[in-house]
Protein backbone atom coordinates (compact mmCIF):
# COMPACT_ATOMS: atom_id res chain seq x y z
CA UNK A 1 0.00 0.00 0.00
CA UNK A 2 2.61 2.62 0.89
CA UNK A 3 4.48 1.58 -2.94
CA UNK A 4 0.79 2.32 -4.23
CA UNK A 5 0.95 5.45 -2.43
CA UNK A 6 4.44 6.37 -3.86
CA UNK A 7 3.06 5.84 -7.23
CA UNK A 8 0.33 8.08 -6.81
CA UNK A 9 2.17 11.13 -5.33
CA UNK A 10 3.83 11.21 -8.99
CA UNK A 11 1.74 13.32 -10.64
CA UNK A 12 1.85 15.77 -7.34
CA UNK A 13 5.40 16.69 -9.07
CA UNK A 14 5.64 20.12 -8.66
CA UNK A 15 4.10 22.26 -11.51
CA UNK A 16 1.75 19.33 -12.76
CA UNK A 17 -1.72 20.38 -13.23
CA UNK A 18 -4.24 20.21 -10.04
CA UNK A 19 -6.64 18.43 -11.77
CA UNK A 20 -4.75 15.39 -12.73
CA UNK A 21 -3.31 14.59 -8.96
CA UNK A 22 -5.33 11.86 -7.29
CA UNK A 23 -6.49 13.97 -3.95
CA UNK A 24 -9.44 11.30 -3.12
CA UNK A 25 -7.71 8.29 -4.05
CA UNK A 26 -4.81 9.56 -1.72
CA UNK A 27 -6.81 10.16 0.94
CA UNK A 28 -8.39 6.82 1.03
CA UNK A 29 -5.05 5.00 0.57
CA UNK A 30 -4.07 7.01 3.82
CA UNK A 31 -7.68 6.17 5.74
CA UNK A 32 -6.91 2.55 4.50
CA UNK A 33 -3.28 2.89 6.05
CA UNK A 34 -4.49 4.32 9.62
CA UNK A 35 -6.91 1.19 9.81
CA UNK A 36 -3.98 -1.35 8.87
CA UNK A 37 -2.23 0.44 11.53
CA UNK A 38 -4.55 0.94 14.40
CA UNK A 39 -5.15 -2.73 13.85
CA UNK A 40 -1.95 -3.55 14.00
CA UNK A 41 -0.83 -1.30 17.31
CA UNK A 42 -4.01 -3.36 18.84
CA UNK A 43 -2.32 -6.56 17.90
CA UNK A 44 1.73 -5.34 19.07
CA UNK A 45 0.34 -4.34 22.38
CA UNK A 46 -1.30 -7.88 23.16
CA UNK A 47 1.95 -9.90 22.12
CA UNK A 48 4.58 -10.45 24.37
CA UNK A 49 7.24 -8.39 23.42
CA UNK A 50 10.65 -9.81 22.17
CA UNK A 51 13.96 -8.98 20.65
CA UNK A 52 12.81 -10.23 17.53
CA UNK A 53 9.17 -8.40 17.50
CA UNK A 54 10.55 -4.73 18.02
CA UNK A 55 13.58 -5.66 14.99
CA UNK A 56 10.25 -6.18 12.96
CA UNK A 57 8.79 -3.37 13.85
CA UNK A 58 12.07 -1.20 13.03
CA UNK A 59 13.00 -3.13 9.77
CA UNK A 60 9.21 -2.44 8.63
CA UNK A 61 9.33 1.02 9.80
CA UNK A 62 12.71 1.54 7.65
CA UNK A 63 11.52 -0.01 4.60
CA UNK A 64 7.74 2.13 5.10
CA UNK A 65 10.04 5.32 5.03
CA UNK A 66 12.52 3.95 2.32
CA UNK A 67 9.58 3.38 -0.24
CA UNK A 68 8.74 7.12 0.21
CA UNK A 69 11.75 8.44 0.39
CA UNK A 70 12.21 8.88 -3.39
CA UNK A 71 8.85 9.94 -4.23
CA UNK A 72 7.45 13.69 -4.89
CA UNK A 73 5.76 15.88 -1.82
CA UNK A 74 2.03 14.95 -1.91
CA UNK A 75 0.76 18.73 -1.73
CA UNK A 76 3.71 20.32 -0.06
CA UNK A 77 6.03 22.54 -0.88
CA UNK A 78 7.87 23.16 2.25
CA UNK A 79 11.13 21.46 1.29
CA UNK A 80 11.83 23.98 -0.86
CA UNK A 81 12.42 26.44 1.37
CA UNK A 82 14.91 24.33 3.37
CA UNK A 83 17.19 23.64 0.55
CA UNK A 84 16.91 27.59 -0.21
CA UNK A 85 17.87 28.24 3.44
CA UNK A 86 20.70 25.49 3.66
CA UNK A 87 22.72 27.21 0.69
CA UNK A 88 22.46 30.25 2.49
CA UNK A 89 23.44 29.45 5.77
CA UNK A 90 26.15 26.84 4.22
CA UNK A 91 27.82 29.90 2.18
CA UNK A 92 27.81 31.83 5.95
CA UNK A 93 25.14 33.74 5.51
CA UNK A 94 22.29 34.73 7.27
CA UNK A 95 18.89 33.37 6.08
CA UNK A 96 16.56 35.62 8.20
CA UNK A 97 17.83 38.94 6.51
CA UNK A 98 16.65 39.00 2.88
CA UNK A 99 13.54 37.00 1.23
CA UNK A 100 13.59 34.52 -1.49
CA UNK A 101 11.39 37.34 -3.61
CA UNK A 102 14.00 40.03 -2.97
CA UNK A 103 16.67 37.68 -3.78
CA UNK A 104 15.02 36.72 -7.04
CA UNK A 105 14.62 39.99 -7.82
CA UNK A 106 17.97 41.68 -6.83
CA UNK A 107 20.60 41.92 -9.57
CA UNK A 108 24.09 42.58 -9.74
CA UNK A 109 26.10 45.53 -8.73
CA UNK A 110 24.68 46.40 -5.00
CA UNK A 111 27.88 48.06 -4.21
CA UNK A 112 28.13 48.43 -0.26
CA UNK A 113 25.96 45.26 -0.03
CA UNK A 114 28.35 42.61 0.34
CA UNK A 115 26.11 40.06 1.82
CA UNK A 116 22.84 40.43 -0.65
CA UNK A 117 25.57 39.93 -3.29
CA UNK A 118 27.03 36.49 -2.04
CA UNK A 119 23.52 35.39 -1.61
CA UNK A 120 22.95 36.50 -5.60
CA UNK A 121 26.14 34.07 -6.13
CA UNK A 122 24.59 31.26 -4.10
CA UNK A 123 21.71 31.93 -6.34
CA UNK A 124 23.16 31.51 -9.82
CA UNK A 125 26.09 28.78 -8.70
CA UNK A 126 23.41 25.93 -10.33
CA UNK A 127 20.05 26.25 -12.50
CA UNK A 128 18.65 23.45 -9.71
CA UNK A 129 19.15 26.19 -7.28
CA UNK A 130 17.31 28.70 -9.03
CA UNK A 131 14.73 26.19 -9.58
CA UNK A 132 14.63 25.59 -6.18
CA UNK A 133 13.83 29.50 -5.19
CA UNK A 134 11.46 30.19 -7.79
CA UNK A 135 9.01 27.43 -5.65
CA UNK A 136 9.32 28.60 -2.46
CA UNK A 137 6.49 29.41 -0.70
CA UNK A 138 5.60 32.68 0.66
CA UNK A 139 8.10 34.06 -0.90
CA UNK A 140 7.70 37.57 0.41
CA UNK A 141 8.54 36.97 4.01
CA UNK A 142 12.20 35.63 5.23
CA UNK A 143 12.26 32.38 6.54
CA UNK A 144 10.47 31.41 10.22
CA UNK A 145 12.63 28.53 11.27
CA UNK A 146 15.09 28.60 14.14
CA UNK A 147 18.93 28.56 13.39
CA UNK A 148 19.22 24.57 14.75
CA UNK A 149 17.12 23.93 12.01
CA UNK A 150 18.98 26.03 9.88
CA UNK A 151 22.60 24.09 10.57
CA UNK A 152 20.83 21.05 10.01
CA UNK A 153 19.40 22.29 6.18
CA UNK A 154 23.43 23.26 6.04
CA UNK A 155 24.46 20.03 6.72
CA UNK A 156 22.30 18.90 3.44
CA UNK A 157 23.33 21.48 1.45
CA UNK A 158 27.30 20.45 2.14
CA UNK A 159 26.22 16.75 1.55
CA UNK A 160 24.71 17.56 -1.99
CA UNK A 161 26.78 18.05 -4.96
CA UNK A 162 27.34 21.76 -6.35
CA UNK A 163 26.19 21.25 -9.78
CA UNK A 164 22.60 18.96 -8.32
CA UNK A 165 19.67 19.41 -9.91
CA UNK A 166 16.00 19.79 -8.28
CA UNK A 167 15.69 16.07 -7.64
CA UNK A 168 18.90 15.59 -5.83
CA UNK A 169 18.73 18.63 -4.03
CA UNK A 170 14.92 17.05 -2.43
CA UNK A 171 16.37 13.92 -2.30
CA UNK A 172 19.55 14.36 0.28
CA UNK A 173 17.49 17.16 2.18
CA UNK A 174 14.26 14.59 2.57
CA UNK A 175 17.50 11.79 3.77
CA UNK A 176 18.84 14.23 6.77
CA UNK A 177 15.09 14.72 7.88
CA UNK A 178 14.51 11.00 7.77
CA UNK A 179 17.67 10.60 10.08
CA UNK A 180 16.12 12.56 12.67
CA UNK A 181 12.61 10.83 12.02
CA UNK A 182 14.49 7.06 12.74
CA UNK A 183 16.48 8.77 15.42
CA UNK A 184 13.07 9.66 17.55
CA UNK A 185 12.10 6.13 16.92
CA UNK A 186 15.05 4.67 18.31
CA UNK A 187 14.89 6.83 21.57
CA UNK A 188 11.45 6.28 22.07
CA UNK A 189 12.19 2.41 22.26
CA UNK A 190 14.60 3.00 24.86
CA UNK A 191 12.05 5.16 26.60
CA UNK A 192 9.53 2.76 26.96
CA UNK A 193 12.08 0.22 27.83
CA UNK A 194 13.03 2.66 30.87
CA UNK A 195 9.30 3.18 31.09
CA UNK A 196 8.24 -0.58 31.20
CA UNK A 197 6.14 0.12 28.52
CA UNK A 198 4.90 -2.67 26.29
CA UNK A 199 7.30 -2.74 23.50
CA UNK A 200 4.66 -2.76 21.14
CA UNK A 201 4.08 1.21 21.70
CA UNK A 202 7.19 1.25 19.43
CA UNK A 203 4.91 0.70 16.86
CA UNK A 204 2.82 3.74 17.19
CA UNK A 205 5.03 6.32 16.43
CA UNK A 206 7.34 3.50 13.76
CA UNK A 207 4.14 3.23 11.50
CA UNK A 208 1.96 5.81 12.05
CA UNK A 209 1.20 7.13 8.03
CA UNK A 210 0.85 10.51 9.40
CA UNK A 211 4.60 10.02 10.59
CA UNK A 212 5.30 8.78 7.26
CA UNK A 213 3.66 11.04 4.95
CA UNK A 214 5.08 14.05 6.87
CA UNK A 215 8.98 13.16 7.40
CA UNK A 216 9.50 10.48 4.46
CA UNK A 217 7.19 11.80 1.55
CA UNK A 218 6.93 15.54 2.30
CA UNK A 219 10.19 15.77 4.12
CA UNK A 220 8.90 18.44 6.96
CA UNK A 221 11.40 19.68 9.23
CA UNK A 222 9.46 19.12 12.43
CA UNK A 223 11.18 15.38 13.02
CA UNK A 224 14.39 17.58 14.16
CA UNK A 225 12.64 19.22 16.99
CA UNK A 226 11.06 16.43 17.31
CA UNK A 227 14.00 14.32 17.97
CA UNK A 228 15.44 16.79 20.53
CA UNK A 229 12.50 16.71 22.51
CA UNK A 230 12.32 12.85 22.83
CA UNK A 231 15.86 13.37 23.42
CA UNK A 232 15.36 15.87 26.36
CA UNK A 233 13.07 13.77 27.54
CA UNK A 234 14.69 10.72 28.33
CA UNK A 235 17.83 12.32 29.44
CA UNK A 236 15.29 14.18 32.27
CA UNK A 237 13.52 10.70 33.09
CA UNK A 238 17.01 9.02 33.44
CA UNK A 239 17.88 11.61 35.83
CA UNK A 240 14.42 12.09 37.67
CA UNK A 241 13.18 8.76 38.00
CA UNK A 242 16.89 6.60 37.58
CA UNK A 243 16.67 2.67 37.32
CA UNK A 244 18.62 1.44 39.03
CA UNK A 245 19.56 3.99 41.45
CA UNK A 246 22.61 6.48 40.38
CA UNK A 247 24.33 8.44 42.24
CA UNK A 248 23.56 12.43 42.58
CA UNK A 249 26.39 14.03 40.00
CA UNK A 250 25.17 11.20 37.53
CA UNK A 251 21.94 12.78 37.87
CA UNK A 252 22.78 16.33 38.02
CA UNK A 253 24.17 15.34 34.16
CA UNK A 254 21.38 13.36 32.96
CA UNK A 255 19.16 17.13 34.05
CA UNK A 256 21.78 19.36 32.76
CA UNK A 257 21.75 17.58 29.73
CA UNK A 258 17.91 17.58 29.11
CA UNK A 259 18.41 21.20 29.67
CA UNK A 260 21.38 21.31 26.43
CA UNK A 261 18.54 19.21 24.71
CA UNK A 262 15.62 20.62 25.12
CA UNK A 263 17.63 24.17 24.28
CA UNK A 264 18.24 23.03 20.86
CA UNK A 265 14.84 21.85 20.26
CA UNK A 266 14.15 25.13 20.96
CA UNK A 267 16.78 26.24 18.29
CA UNK A 268 14.88 24.10 15.97
CA UNK A 269 11.24 24.76 16.26
CA UNK A 270 10.80 27.01 19.62
CA UNK A 271 7.64 25.23 20.52
CA UNK A 272 9.42 22.79 22.96
CA UNK A 273 10.31 25.91 25.35
CA UNK A 274 6.35 25.16 26.73
CA UNK A 275 8.35 21.96 29.03
CA UNK A 276 10.85 24.06 30.61
CA UNK A 277 8.51 24.94 33.58
CA UNK A 278 7.70 20.91 33.88
CA UNK A 279 11.23 20.19 33.43
CA UNK A 280 12.36 23.31 36.00
CA UNK A 281 9.72 22.36 38.80
CA UNK A 282 10.37 18.43 39.08
CA UNK A 283 14.31 19.43 39.50
CA UNK A 284 13.53 21.91 42.19
CA UNK A 285 11.70 19.31 43.88
CA UNK A 286 13.51 16.42 43.32
CA UNK A 287 17.19 18.04 43.60
CA UNK A 288 17.04 21.22 45.28
CA UNK A 289 17.61 24.36 44.41
CA UNK A 290 20.78 24.82 43.12
CA UNK A 291 20.46 22.00 40.79
CA UNK A 292 17.13 24.12 39.13
CA UNK A 293 19.43 27.30 39.10
CA UNK A 294 21.88 25.94 37.18
CA UNK A 295 19.86 24.14 34.59
CA UNK A 296 17.68 26.90 34.11
CA UNK A 297 20.83 28.93 33.47
CA UNK A 298 22.11 26.50 30.77
CA UNK A 299 18.80 26.33 29.30
CA UNK A 300 18.72 30.16 29.12
CA UNK A 301 22.07 30.53 27.67
CA UNK A 302 22.06 27.31 24.96
CA UNK A 303 18.43 29.16 24.18
CA UNK A 304 19.74 32.19 23.58
CA UNK A 305 22.56 32.03 21.82
CA UNK A 306 20.69 29.46 19.31
CA UNK A 307 17.75 32.14 18.80
CA UNK A 308 19.81 35.59 18.85
CA UNK A 309 20.27 35.17 14.71
CA UNK A 310 16.53 36.21 15.41
CA UNK A 311 16.81 39.66 16.64
CA UNK A 312 20.35 40.78 15.35
CA UNK A 313 21.62 41.92 11.98
CA UNK A 314 24.94 40.61 12.95
CA UNK A 315 25.33 37.01 12.26
CA UNK A 316 28.56 36.31 14.06
CA UNK A 317 27.72 33.23 16.43
CA UNK A 318 25.78 31.40 14.11
CA UNK A 319 28.49 32.04 10.81
CA UNK A 320 31.26 30.66 13.36
CA UNK A 321 29.73 27.23 13.18
CA UNK A 322 29.05 27.89 9.37
CA UNK A 323 32.09 29.71 7.40
CA UNK A 324 34.84 31.40 9.41
CA UNK A 325 36.56 34.37 8.14
CA UNK A 326 33.53 36.10 6.57
CA UNK A 327 32.80 39.82 7.25
CA UNK A 328 29.89 40.25 10.19
CA UNK A 329 28.34 43.83 8.94
CA UNK A 330 24.94 43.28 7.03
CA UNK A 331 23.41 46.26 6.11
CA UNK A 332 19.88 46.59 5.67
CA UNK A 333 18.89 46.88 2.39
CA UNK A 334 15.52 48.37 1.15
CA UNK A 335 14.01 46.57 -1.87
CA UNK A 336 10.25 48.06 -2.00
CA UNK A 337 10.27 47.44 1.97
CA UNK A 338 10.66 49.42 5.21
CA UNK A 339 11.29 46.06 7.00
CA UNK A 340 14.43 44.45 4.69
CA UNK A 341 17.17 43.20 6.40
CA UNK A 342 15.24 42.61 9.88
CA UNK A 343 15.99 39.29 10.71
CA UNK A 344 12.85 38.75 12.84
CA UNK A 345 10.55 39.72 9.95
CA UNK A 346 9.47 35.85 9.16
CA UNK A 347 8.64 35.06 13.09
CA UNK A 348 6.73 38.03 13.70
CA UNK A 349 4.73 37.56 10.78
CA UNK A 350 4.06 34.18 11.63
CA UNK A 351 3.59 34.85 15.51
CA UNK A 352 0.93 37.81 14.96
CA UNK A 353 -0.81 36.96 11.52
CA UNK A 354 -0.71 33.17 10.93
CA UNK A 355 -4.13 30.72 11.41
CA UNK A 356 -4.64 27.71 9.50
CA UNK A 357 -6.62 24.99 10.67
CA UNK A 358 -7.13 26.71 14.00
CA UNK A 359 -9.93 25.35 16.43
CA UNK A 360 -10.48 26.41 19.53
CA UNK A 361 -8.52 29.34 18.58
CA UNK A 362 -10.91 30.05 15.90
CA UNK A 363 -14.04 29.87 18.86
CA UNK A 364 -12.20 32.25 21.24
CA UNK A 365 -11.17 35.22 17.79
CA UNK A 366 -14.60 34.96 16.53
CA UNK A 367 -16.23 36.23 20.11
CA UNK A 368 -13.66 38.72 19.61
CA UNK A 369 -14.27 40.08 15.95
CA UNK A 370 -16.97 42.39 15.04
CA UNK A 371 -19.21 41.51 12.21
CA UNK A 372 -18.06 44.17 9.06
CA UNK A 373 -21.35 44.80 7.26
CA UNK A 374 -20.17 42.68 4.00
CA UNK A 375 -20.26 39.43 6.23
CA UNK A 376 -22.59 37.74 8.03
CA UNK A 377 -21.06 36.30 11.88
CA UNK A 378 -20.43 32.62 12.60
CA UNK A 379 -23.19 30.65 14.32
CA UNK A 380 -20.61 30.47 17.34
CA UNK A 381 -20.15 34.07 18.04
CA UNK A 382 -22.30 34.25 20.65
CA UNK A 383 -21.12 37.46 22.04
CA UNK A 384 -23.10 40.81 21.47
CA UNK A 385 -21.36 42.65 18.23
CA UNK A 386 -21.77 45.60 20.11
CA UNK A 387 -19.71 44.62 22.91
CA UNK A 388 -16.81 43.15 20.37
CA UNK A 389 -16.72 47.01 18.42
CA UNK A 390 -16.15 48.42 21.60
CA UNK A 391 -13.59 46.06 22.87
CA UNK A 392 -12.01 46.80 19.32
CA UNK A 393 -12.51 50.19 19.62
CA UNK A 394 -11.00 50.77 22.74
CA UNK A 395 -7.53 48.30 22.48
CA UNK A 396 -6.73 49.45 18.93
CA UNK A 397 -4.97 52.48 19.71
CA UNK A 398 -3.33 51.57 22.83
CA UNK A 399 -1.53 48.85 21.57
CA UNK A 400 -0.85 50.95 18.25
CA UNK A 401 -2.59 48.39 16.00
CA UNK A 402 -4.88 48.36 13.28
CA UNK A 403 -8.63 47.55 13.94
CA UNK A 404 -8.19 44.31 11.91
CA UNK A 405 -5.68 42.81 13.84
CA UNK A 406 -6.89 43.47 17.51
CA UNK A 407 -9.28 40.35 17.69
CA UNK A 408 -6.12 37.88 16.52
CA UNK A 409 -3.74 39.47 19.10
CA UNK A 410 -6.91 39.50 21.37
CA UNK A 411 -7.29 36.17 20.86
CA UNK A 412 -3.38 35.04 21.04
CA UNK A 413 -3.60 37.07 24.54
CA UNK A 414 -6.03 35.14 25.91
CA UNK A 415 -5.43 31.60 24.73
CA UNK A 416 -1.68 32.33 25.77
CA UNK A 417 -2.92 32.76 29.28
CA UNK A 418 -5.26 29.77 29.39
CA UNK A 419 -2.40 27.52 28.26
CA UNK A 420 0.58 29.25 30.84
CA UNK A 421 -2.62 28.53 33.25
CA UNK A 422 -2.52 24.76 32.29
CA UNK A 423 1.43 24.30 31.96
CA UNK A 424 2.16 25.52 35.22
CA UNK A 425 -0.60 23.67 36.71
CA UNK A 426 0.92 20.23 35.16
CA UNK A 427 4.29 20.81 35.96
CA UNK A 428 3.10 21.34 39.81
CA UNK A 429 1.47 18.42 39.37
CA UNK A 430 4.73 16.63 37.84
CA UNK A 431 6.70 17.62 40.04
CA UNK A 432 4.78 15.12 42.84
CA UNK A 433 4.71 12.33 41.25
CA UNK A 434 7.02 9.28 41.84
CA UNK A 435 6.00 7.49 38.66
CA UNK A 436 8.76 8.27 35.20
CA UNK A 437 5.46 7.16 33.34
CA UNK A 438 2.83 9.68 34.86
CA UNK A 439 5.73 12.04 34.39
CA UNK A 440 5.81 11.61 30.92
CA UNK A 441 2.13 12.04 30.44
CA UNK A 442 2.12 15.49 31.76
CA UNK A 443 4.89 15.68 29.06
CA UNK A 444 2.29 14.94 26.97
CA UNK A 445 -0.71 16.53 28.00
CA UNK A 446 1.58 20.13 27.74
CA UNK A 447 2.55 19.64 24.07
CA UNK A 448 -1.11 18.82 23.15
CA UNK A 449 -2.90 21.80 24.91
CA UNK A 450 -0.43 23.70 23.60
CA UNK A 451 -1.20 22.50 19.78
CA UNK A 452 -4.83 22.40 20.68
CA UNK A 453 -4.68 26.24 21.50
CA UNK A 454 -2.86 26.88 18.58
CA UNK A 455 -4.06 29.35 15.67
CA UNK A 456 -1.91 27.20 13.63
CA UNK A 457 -2.85 23.59 13.33
CA UNK A 458 -0.91 21.78 10.22
CA UNK A 459 -1.10 17.95 10.72
CA UNK A 460 2.32 17.09 10.86
CA UNK A 461 2.38 19.01 14.28
CA UNK A 462 0.81 16.47 15.90
CA UNK A 463 3.65 14.09 15.13
Given amino acids: MYGLLGWWSLPFEYGRPEEARPILLVMLLLAALFVLYLRALRTALRMRATAGFVQIVIVFALAFRLVLLFTPPILEVDLYRYIWDGHVTAAGLNPFQFSPAEVMAAGAGHIGEPDLERIIAVRNQSLGLREILSRVHYAELP ?30 MKCWILAFDVGSLLLLWRLHTHLNWPLGWTLAYGWCPLVLKEFANSGHLDSIAVFFT ?98 SDTPSVRIGHDSVGDPSRGLRTFLTQWKMNDFLFLLTEANLRPTSKEAVAPWFAVTPDVWRSALTATVAPALGQPADQVPFLLARLLTCLAFMGLALWWAWRAAFVDSSAVWCRYVFLTLAWFWLLSPTQNPWYWT
Fill in 143 to 172: TVYPPTSQFMFALAAWTTPRDADVATLRLV
Fill in 230 to 327: VAAVNAAVFGLFPRPAIGRRRQVAWVLTASVLLAVGVGAKLYPVVLGPLLLVTILRRLGGVTAILTTIVFLGVASMLLSPFVSHKFDAFADMTRAGLP
